[in-house]
């Protein structure tokens, strides 16, 4: 394959489909490159697709894209070993169009998505490992392929190779990642009938629920696990940072199997049968993990540029929009005829300006003090359940005096100080 | 059934097995001698790595290709590549 292509797309989950798309759309050759045997195959998420950014690239998706259910209700678990404090907000407004957001089967969203860039002209080729970038003069020019003869060329080459970006390490955008800025996440797709999920999370037809879990469900380890209903199954996942897996000496899924037989949790699952095991890297460093995303020749976006919003679960929706803005970048560089790092800086520019990086900078400081701070999910939340379960327990204490006693109980373990410490540093890392 | 081992996990998945591992360790040395907790063999989640006594074990063929050993490994001892195109790991659904 000789021929010169104007951007090759390395990588074929939502931040390369989103790019290639776009590129092809406005009348740019295409070329975009998956290792797995289709689109999908080798990429992993807990389930939930935003609809804004979905919509942006495809408008009303949802009338044919392969969904599994819109979501009414985020329910948050501040779980401890018996007990659990809940939150969350259910409203139907999030049942109708143009919806919030959807669990999706990543192997099934990823090929229907890959499908629509083919139809506007992406030349999708599967099964290909692209093993490096062609840098030419300090200009990436072309990508390296593990098949023979498999040097392809083109104007600009988009790194959408996800969490690991091996090719955005070789052209030393990035160091290598640092175990506390990744997330190991073991999960499981549960089969369970319609009507036992339908009852057993107080959901009507075509409706779905999201939970997600802190606390006992990492063992007090910095991370989250998450529950997601889709039409005929339930996505169960766990994840913590992977220096806090090592620190704990603990299994991937044997936490995740302590998870599925918590009695908060099991009844949920009981009679379901499993059908897939997967695991991942979440890229979580935050702001100051994103690493060098335009170069001579070449973009990062998505994964690969560690776009995840790990307080808020969001990824799939940056990694859209990133893909995006690259995408503009690009078209707007061939109409300068101008590859140069200068010329693609408006993509840097645009991402910088976004909610995206707004989001993360909004953040910067929180995982590092999760992280180093490990009283705030091992301590905070079993001390909230024993606080709710005093305060509603009717036992003839007047209500004043078990407030007083919740209160002595949250400072004789930490101090009043430290608490005061403890909840001024949590407010000032998310404010 | 909701499984219960990480063999009756990793048996549901599809994989397509290249003949030839893309995950290597460069000094086995390293393993027997100045690694005492063998911290790979806890945290994959596809339980890659096995220690044999004397040889740490590398079961490819049931490689998530998550990185996980490559960034976790304290010795940066473990080579990590893709697999050979359209092989290794195949998910279907999530």
């Known amino acids: 394959m000789s021929e010169k292509f104007d951007v090759i797309v390395v990588g074929a989950g939502p931040a390369g489909t989103a790019c290639a798309y776009t590129c092809a759309k406005n009348g740019l050759k295409v070329l975009q490159i998956e290792r797995g045997e289709y689109p999908g195959s080798k990429n992993v998420m807990g389930g939930v697709l935003y609809r804004k950014q979905t919509e942006e690239i495809i408008p009303e998706f949802w009338k044919e894209a392969p969904l599994e259910r819109p979501i009414i209700e985020q329910r948050f678990w501040m779980m401890d070993k ?67 003869d498999g040097e392809i060329f083109a104007d600009v080459v988009v790194l959408a190779d996800g969490v690991n970006s091996l090719l955005a390490k070789q052209l030393g955008f990035h160091n290598e990642l640092k175990p506390d800025q990744v997330a190991l996440t073991a999960m499981e797709v549960i089969n369970l009938p319609k009507d036992k999920i339908n009852d057993r999370f107080n959901l009507q037809e075509n409706q779905g629920c999201t939970i997600e ?77 994103v690493p060098k995303v335009a170069g001579n020749g070449v973009v990062v976006i998505g994964d690969a540029a560690q776009l995840v919003n790990a307080i808020h679960r969001e990824g799939s929706n940056m990694a859209m929009a990133s893909g995006k803005m690259a995408a503009e970048a690009v078209i707007h560089a061939k109409e300068r005829n101008d590859y140069s790092e200068t010329s693609l800086n408006s993509y840097r520019e645009a991402l910088y300006a976004s909610s995206i990086m707004k989001d993360l900078e909004k953040y910067k400081d929180a995982a590092h003090l999760f992280e180093s701070s490990p009283q705030y999910f091992k301590e905070y939340v079993p001390m909230m359940n024993q606080a709710m379960s005093k305060f509603f327990t009717v036992d003839g204490t007047p209500k004043k005096e078990k407030q007083k006693q919740i209160i002595k109980g949250f400072t004789s373990e930490r101090g009043t100080f430290g608490v005061m410490k403890d909840l001024y540093r949590a407010w000032k890392a998310v404010k | 059934m909701s499984t219960k081992t990480i063999e009756e996990k990793q048996y549901l998945i599809r994989f397509k097995a290249n003949t030839k591992s893309h995950l290597t360790v460069l ?51 473990i080579k990590w590549e893709y697999p050979l195109g359209g092989h290794g790991i195949v998910f279907r659904l999530a």
């Open chain 1, 82 to 148: 018996e007990s659990t404090v809940s939150f969350g907000y259910k409203g139907l407004e999030w049942g109708v169009e143009p919806y919030n957001n959807f669990t999706v089967l990543r192997a099934h969203f990823d090929q229907w998505f890959a499908k629509k860039g083919v139809e506007e002209g992406v030349l999708l080729i599967n099964e290909t490992v692209v093993t490096e970038c062609i840098v030419e003069d300090g200009k990436v020019i072309g990508v390296r392929t593990d098949r023979p």
């Open chain 1, 213 to 289: 879990i802190f606390g006992d469900s990492t063992k007090g380890n910095l991370g989250t696990a998450f529950i997601y209903t889709n039409k005929e199954s339930i996505n169960i996942g766990v994840g913590t940072t992977l220096s806090s897996m090592i620190k704990a000496k603990m299994k991937p899924y044997e936490l995740l199997d302590y998870l599925k037989n918590h009695p908060m949790v099991a009844p949920l699952l009981a009679g379901g049968e499993s059908t897939e095991y997967l695991a991942h890297l979440i890229p979580e460093g935050g702001f100051r993990a």
């Open chain 2, 27 to 77: 000094d086995h040395d390293i393993c027997s001698t100045n690694c005492p907790d063998k911290l790979c063999t806890l945290f994959c989640p596809g339980e890659v790595y096995k220690w044999e006594g004397a040889r740490m074990q590398v079961g490819y063929e049931g490689c998530h290709e998550c990185g996980s050993c490559r960034i976790g490994c304290p010795h940066e001892n």
